[in-house]
């Protein structure tokens, strides 16, 4: 524990709480931690009023609404953007001068001792910041570059593909300057570090935050006190995948569930029930579900645990992204057994066959599922393995020990 105590601000572009998804998770698990070493508070910038006025344990929360009218240079800015091709929009949206207003006056109230920037996309805040006298984390959800280039892969027309590479160089120039203004840089695993000083430079020093979980929160499904959603109760060849239909890596798995696996799978085990959870339903989610009485999407959810009860196998059968599955770790926690691609489980510490499952095919998911369903022995062993593993690397508490050694290190540079 450190000697002094650190006030912290953490800046967001993300409703804190409750946490339902991957970004949401890690900034509640590192607001949470950041408390042992003093005060914490919370200023978010996103579109639309947070339906709480208050945070759990949080005394100070602050938050600007981008949904409020710009001011008339900031529109006309934005109309005049289109002769910038170059520049990506989505970094621009979240820059807003009442919000600068707002941190300055955060910043001058509250002396913080430390300040994090979750996520690339709020980096234009990063020279407001850097006026006042505290150590700037830029905690890198995703290496936003990286993420980008997969995109550009996926363009076939030539005028696209040009644009979208100069706005990759635009946002490569971005999360340049946020990671060598940074006093520290956290990544969620080894391998986002390797990317990160692959594409910008050995000589940055990134470090590996893992994304953690409050394991105890997934105790009532681990122990079968829980009651598990729809009829999936009923129904034991239930699978499920949860995820936000705005991150296209998550859309391109739903369509992979619905139009390449489920068929398949349907025809070992007829009364399988697909269960996708999360907001934001593609079209081509929404026509599935209306065509196939078996797959079923909840659409936003106040809780998953429901919906990890229900199953029988959590699926994550993600071909791009970056970060650390949260989802599997929720899965591991919740004593539900997971079967994943390799990009799925990137990032974890796991092994296929003692953990979970891994296969990058349809059939070879199919046959993960099938083993499950058909090996009590399997199934126990991959179950036991991956709650030992959450518990021990993943968990709330063994994240903490890997912040402090970092925040005491922050600190003793003044």
Known sequence: MLNTSARTLFITLDLPYPPRAGAPLRNW??????????????????????????????EN??????????????????????LQPWRYSYIDWFYT?????????????????????????????????????????FDEHNIEADLFEQKI???????????MNLQKNYIQSMERKMAYKSDQIWVCSQSDADKLQQRYGQNLNPHVVPNGINVTNYE????GQCTPAFEAQFNPHTL??????????NVEAAQFLTQEFYPKIKQLYPNTLLIIVGKNSPPALTAATQKEPGILWTGLVEDVK???????????????????????LEAFAAGRPVVSTTKGAEGLEVETQKHLLIDDTVEGMVDAVNQFWSNPTLYKNCVDNAYNLVKTRYSWEAVADKIQPLIQKLISQD
């Open 29 to 58: 698990q590192n607001i949470n931690l950041m408390k042992q070493y003093g005060d914490v508070a919370v200023l978010s910038i996103f579109k639309g009023q947070p339906p709480e006025k208050t945070l759990p344990g949080i």
């Open 61 to 82: 929360w602050y938050h600007y609404d981008l949904g409020q009218k710009r001011p008339l240079k900031e529109r006309l800015e934005r109309r005049l953007s289109v």
């Open 97 to 137: 001068q009442p919000a600068v207003e707002l941190l300055k006056q955060i910043l001058q109230d509250l002396k913080p001792s430390i300040v994090v920037f979750e996520h690339l996309w709020l980096c234009r805040y990063l020279r407001v910041v850097q006026g006042y006298p505290c150590k700037i984390i």
């Open 153 to 163: 892969h996926q363009i076939i027309e030539s005028l696209p593909k040009i644009k």
């Open 220 to 223: 009532t499904v681990r122990n």
């Open 240 to 249: 499920v995948f949860i995820g936000t239909f705005c991150y296209p890596p």
């Open 306 to 328: 429901p919906y990890l009860a229900a199953a029988s196998v959590v699926i994550t059968p993600l071909f791009k992204g970056g970060g650390t599955r949260l989802k599997i």
